[in-house]
């Protein structure tokens, strides 16, 4: 078994890599405000508003994210609404992502304890300067390392792209293969190519991990 071709072909999958790369991050930080936004609002909002939100969060965590990308890649032109595979896999992965994450940030607001709030409101701070001065910066912390391991998951999960006919790694990938027939040697590369971009994500989440138990 020689490498030579995964060799050769290594520039065009580091060219895939680099598409996935943007699309990871794309997906990340808008996931990540949408989530942050939408959980902060439900942690304060009536019965009808965090009725929604539940909605929101449960139906997507409830759905694969393959089937998402389906129905964002042929919903929008259902309503005459034509984008590119790009634009309708990133936009559908946002609202997936932006689900875990408005539970993980409506979580960690949650967990701060009650002392705090109430010790806020004795001093006559107003809901908006509690949140800001008070709830959010211990609610942040403790968002942090489930936020970051949800972003590991978004950036694997970007693979399904290719699927509906976004050229990233995984498209790349299969492009090479039915070119050289050489399956074990381009998806190793693969493998490692994805493992090179989301160990330094899963080692920063092990270091907030590290530091939320030793504040505690």
């Not at 979580?107 to 002392?115: F, H, S």
């Not at 949140?131 to 970051?148: F, Y």
């Not at 090179?196 to 994500?201: A, E, G, H, T």
């Amino acid at each position: 078994m020689s490498i030579s071709v995964l060799v050769a072909n290594l520039p065009y999958l580091l060219q895939g890599a680099v598409v996935t790369l943007w699309l990871s991050l794309v997906v990340v930080v808008a996931g990540t405000l949408l989530g942050a936004a939408v959980g902060t609002l439900a942690s304060g909002a009536g019965p009808a508003l965090r009725s929604l939100v539940t909605a929101y969060v449960f139906l997507f965590r409830g759905i694969p994210v393959l089937v998402v990308m389906f129905l964002g890649f042929y919903t929008f032109p259902a309503f005459g609404v034509r984008l590119s595979a790009y634009s309708a896999v990133t936009i559908s992965m946002i609202v997936y992502v932006g689900a875990f994450v408005t539970e993980a940030v409506r979580g960690a607001i949650a967990a701060v304890p009650a002392g705090q709030v109430a010790a806020a409101k004795s001093l006559g701070m107003r809901r908006m300067t509690m949140l800001r001065e008070v709830v959010l910066p211990q609610a942040a912390r403790l968002a942090v390392a489930p936020v970051l391991n949800i972003s590991l998951m978004a950036i694997k999960q970007t693979s399904y792209a290719s699927v509906v006919g976004a050229w990233e790694l995984s498209f790349a990938a299969r492009e090479v293969v039915e070119r050289t027939l050489a399956p074990f040697q381009i998806f190793l590369g693969v493998m490692l190519i994805y493992f090179l971009i989301c160990y330094p994500v899963s080692l920063f989440a092990k270091y907030c991990e590290r530091r939320i138990s030793f504040d505690h």
